[in-house]
């Protein structure tokens, strides 16, 4: 079974610029989620879709973080524009239900 | 809202040692536990679960008991090695409720040989 796909892998970009990242889950999953992790915690649930609706976006900062689930599957977190302390791994994950979470790679990102 | 709280770290041992980490949780109704692994650059991975009072998980040597009456989940292995050194999370999925998992801040273990 494949797991959860995200690319890319890592990105540096310049404070201001944009960024984006896509995730595709592991097919079948309802839930899917965007978490962030700054080097040294946990991670941080960023948003929640349940199918393509969001279930929690609390603390997304919307101001500059925007995200999307295109058609219940794929989805995309983007930021613009970028400040320094946006950098961080950003994880994917996806779930069947109220189990565990199944994580992707993660993409790291810096901006300078 | 529900939370866990993890064990400070980090945690240095010797090779063959105990571990233990300890994990408290804060939830209403009836949440499934987890841990989880992350092992130097790479993502996390699910190490063990229990979803009900009781149940004990157990992976690859590693256990913990869901105590609802101390509302712990501690995660604990008789005798590490050194693949064991990674960071570990503690995690909550509420239920009912609406899926949403949350961490605890990860402690780092280090095994020395």
């Known amino acids: 079974e494949a797991g959860v796909a995200q690319s890319p892998r890592y990105k540096i970009i310049e404070k201001r610029q944009s960024v984006a990242f896509w995730c595709n889950p592991i097919s079948g999953h309802a839930t899917l989620y965007w978490y962030q992790q700054i080097l040294g915690q946990g991670p941080k649930l960023l948003i929640q879709?349940?199918?393509?609706?969001?279930?929690?976006d609390s603390q997304l900062p919307k101001d500059r973080f925007s995200a999307e689930r295109l058609k219940g599957v794929d989805s995309t977190l983007k930021i613009q524009p970028a400040k320094l302390e946006d950098s961080a791994v950003y994880l994917c994950?996806?779930?069947?239900?109220?189990?565990?979470?199944?994580f992707g790679q993660g993409t790291r990102l810096t901006v300078v | 809202g529900d939370s866990v709280t993890q064990m400070e770290g980090p945690v240095t041992l010797s090779e063959e040692a105990f571990l233990t980490i300890n994990c408290t949780y804060t939830a209403t109704g009836y949440p499934s536990l987890f841990w989880y692994v992350q092992y130097p650059g790479e993502g996390l991975q699910l190490l063990l679960k229990a979803t009900k009072a009781d149940d004990k998980g157990s992976n690859k040597g590693f256990e913990a008991t869901y105590r609802k009456e101390t509302t712990s989940f501690h995660l604990e292995k008789g005798s590490v090695q050194v693949s064991d050194s990674a960071v570990y999370f503690c995690a909550l999925h509420p239920w009912p409720a609406d899926y949403k998992l949350s961490f605890g801040a990860g402690t780092t273990v280090t095994v020395r040989a």
């Open positions: 879709f349940q199918n393509n609706g969001v279930v929690d």
């Open positions: 994950a996806s779930s069947p239900s109220n189990t565990e979470a199944f």
